[in-house]
């Protein structure tokens, strides 16, 4: 085994498994040839046992990592290696991934009645305080929440987030969306009921877009709960 | 100066024409300078329904391509001095008046009426562009009808853009008291809910609208009829009254207020 003055790739294990720590000084190409001499040493060590993949979380430290240095660094620990990569971590963001995160977080109230083929599109969330009329349609990248009744359509996560959700004080959609998911309601009435009162629509662990009382929200996504459990 | 009320729908046939010609009427009745004025080239009515068809010489379009003076193409009531009609052009196009015409138009009919009434064509092109540029005010004419609904509320969303024009108010035609009751058609409640504009009037559904239509009569001149009275009072709240709605003799108890005021049908 050959000694370095300076390891730039550490492999550790911590609770939540294997993680790859990245040097974030040293230049990129350095890192990678560090990253692959480091795998070739370690191969045995690394050996999954039979049929089972190795999981590891890449942490980059402050190294910016655009998209095609992460498709590098998983291409070789991926493709030639046969480790999976968890999460791909670093502490810095790109002025626009920030720029983005700001908007996803932003949160534009307005007071309208939206009507018959009028439609609105909000970076963020939006707070909707008035009526989104059958034919209107109320789209944001974030969550819809409306304190009146919602007839039209309503289009949460635009941008594809599954986590968003939509809420009504009155909920009786001609359709819902959420990311990609698309439900509108059942046309015979023996199946389940689509109107009510204070409803959430969200997207559950199966993929489904489905409907409960918005109270059970705090619950379903516990990352937007706030205070006091903050 | 007088005020400009548009008289609007979206759809064709809910009655905005008969609207137009009560109105009018119903203001003249009271006293008022009335010029009404119809938009609807090519398929023009509001002759027919006041029963001036005959007396026509020339038309909107005329006065919009400067053929004839504009007082030239007024035509006078059978009826009322006060009450004129600005007829619509038959067979000309759309596209042969523009919307700063009209603005000239009823700036010009403003100074000597106190209302000028625009029976606006259906949909929302040309014709509908040219009914609202010059108006104060609107009407908008629907009835209990899903479908009509939808397109008032479309209207309403591109009357609300105008600057111009004051919040819309709302005429409820056509209505039928027993197929509200049964849940056939829409509850007036429930339009007023989902267009959440201020209510105008009522207007009941009766064959006689027809008969005196045909007649050339319009029925506000019939002081016994309760769509009379409906068109009447409609008169009496533009010109600024309070009048109390029409009774339509429902449902009116506690627990069918609070169906309603969520939208659940009984
Ligand atoms: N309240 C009413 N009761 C019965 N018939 C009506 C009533 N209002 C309008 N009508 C009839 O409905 C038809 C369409 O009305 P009209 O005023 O021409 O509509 P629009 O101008 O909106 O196209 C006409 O035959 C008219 O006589
Ligand atoms: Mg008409």
Same mark, same amino acid.
């Given at each position: ?66 998209? &095609? ?42 007071? /309208? ?23 209107? &349609? ?45 439900? /509108?309601?059942?046309?015979?009435? &023996? ?32 990352? /937007? ?6 | ?19 137009? =010609? ?61 009450? $004129? ?27 000597? $009426? ?49 600057? $111009? ?8 035609? $056509? ?80 627990? =069918? ?10």
């Amino acid at each position: 085994m050959t000694k370095h003055v300076q390891q730039y790739v550490v492999l550790r294990g911590t609770r939540q498994g294997l993680e790859l720590k990245l040097d974030d000084k040293c230049s990129f190409h350095l890192l990678m040839e560090e990253l692959e001499r480091t795998l070739k040493e370690k191969q045995q060590q690394f050996a999954a046992p039979e049929g089972r993949e190795l999981h590891v979380t890449v942490d980059a430290g402050f190294r910016y990592i655009g998209p &095609e240095d992460e498709a590098a660094v998983r291409r070789l620990l991926e493709d030639e290696f046969a480790v999976s990569i968890d999460a791909f971590e670093s502490d810095v963001l790109s002025k626009q991934e920030a720029e983005n995160m700001l908007k996803a977080q932003k949160m534009t109230t307005m007071y /309208h009645v939206l009507r018959s083929g009028q439609v609105v599109e909000i970076e963020g969330s939006v707070l909707l305080i008035g009526d989104v009329n059958p034919g209107a &349609e109320i789209k944001a990248t974030g969550s819809i929440y409306i304190l009146g009744s919602l007839k039209g359509t309503a289009h949460a996560g635009t941008e594809g987030e599954v986590r968003s959700v939509i809420c009504a004080s009155f909920m009786d959609p001609s359709q819902l969306r959420i990311a990609h998911i698309v439900r /509108h309601p059942p046309e015979n009435d &023996e199946e389940e009921v689509w109107r009510g009162i204070f409803e959430c629509a969200y997207v559950n662990e199966e993929g489904v877009l489905t409907l409960d009382r918005s109270v059970k929200l705090s619950a379903l996504r516990p990352e /937007h709960a706030g205070p006091p459990d903050e | 100066m007088g005020e400009a009320i548009v008289i609007t729908s979206g759809k064709g046939g809910v009655g905005k024409t008969t609207t137009t =010609a009560n109105i009018g009427t119903a203001l003249a009745l009271n006293g008022y300078r009335v010029c009404m004025i119809d938009t609807d080239i090519g398929l023009r009515n509001l002759d027919v329904v006041m029963g001036l068809e005959n007396r026509i010489i020339y038309d909107l379009v005329d006065v919009a391509q400067g053929t004839c003076r504009l007082q030239q193409a007024l035509v006078k009531d059978k009826r009322f001095e006060s009450l $004129h009609l600005l007829p619509a052009a038959q067979t000309k196009d759309k596209d042969d008046v523009e919307p700063e015409q009209m603005l000239e138009i009823v700036a010009e009919l403003k100074k000597n $009426h106190d209302y000028i009434l625009i029976d606006c064509p259906a949909g929302i092109e040309q014709g509908y562009k040219n009914a609202v540029a010059a108006a104060d005010q609107a009407v908008v004419v629907t009835t209990p009808e899903i479908s009509a609904v939808r397109d008032a509320d479309r209207i309403i969303g591109l009357l609300e853009k105008e600057k $111009h024009v004051e919040p819309p108010r709302l005429v409820i035609n $056509h209505i039928r008291s027993n197929m509200m009751r049964s849940g056939e058609a829409m509850e007036v409640d429930e339009i007023v809910t989902i267009l959440a504009i201020d209510l105008l009037g009522l207007v009941l559904d009766d064959d006689e609208v027809i008969k005196s239509s045909n007649a050339g009569e319009p029925i506000a001149l019939n002081p016994k009829s309760k769509v009379s009275i409906a068109y009447r009072n409609i008169a009496r709240r533009i010109q600024g009254e309070q009048v109390p709605l029409m009774k339509l003799d429902e449902d009116t108890g506690l627990m =069918a207020k609070i169906k309603k005021f969520f939208g659940i049908r009984s």
